[in-house]
């Protein structure tokens, strides 16, 4: 699935990276411990969380995230934005809350890798 039809389907709006939506994402998963986004997302996967720290930024980057979802409507800050946009990581927020987020997703064909992220 495209980062464009991720962005539809959550009625998301983009903060960064609307260079990229042709970018298809190959599976997803939310988590607010990035511990446990190390230990389980695969690269070129959507992020959902709703945290909004830099840590979330630099995990994507290790991990090689392909998008990253900030739920609940959250406002990141200026520098957030910017870091995702130098480390090229497409960043969209969403109204939706992670559960809802989540399910809307998997109706539409994005799972998980394993089932435990």
């Given at each position: 699935?495209?980062?464009?039809?991720?962005?539809?389907?959550?009625?998301?709006?983009?903060?960064?990276?609307?260079?990229?939506?042709?970018?298809?994402?190959?599976?997803?998963?939310?988590?607010?411990?990035?511990?446990?986004?190390?230990?389980?997302?695969?690269?070129?996967?959507?992020?959902?969380?709703?945290?909004?720290?830099?840590h979330v930024?630099?995990?994507?980057?290790?991990?090689?995230?392909?998008?990253?979802?900030?739920?609940?409507?959250?406002?990141?800050?200026?520098?957030?934005?910017?870091?995702?946009?130098?480390?090229?990581?497409?960043?969209?927020?969403?109204?939706?809350?992670?559960?809802v987020a989540?399910?809307?997703?998997?109706?539409?064909?994005?799972?998980?890798l394993d089932?435990?992220?």
């Open positions: 699935m495209k980062i464009s039809e991720i962005k539809e389907i959550l009625k998301g709006s983009m903060l960064c990276g609307e260079d990229q939506m042709d970018t298809v994402i190959v599976a997803g998963g939310a988590a607010d411990l990035m511990d446990d986004v190390l230990a389980s997302a695969a690269k070129g996967c959507a992020l959902l969380t709703g945290v909004t720290t830099d930024i630099r995990t994507a980057k290790i991990v090689g995230v392909g998008t990253i979802v900030i739920v609940r409507g959250k406002n990141p800050s200026k520098a957030f934005v910017e870091m995702a946009e130098s480390f090229e990581i497409p960043l969209m927020v969403t109204e939706y809350s992670l559960f989540c399910g809307r997703l998997y109706m539409n064909g994005i799972r998980g089932g435990s992220w």
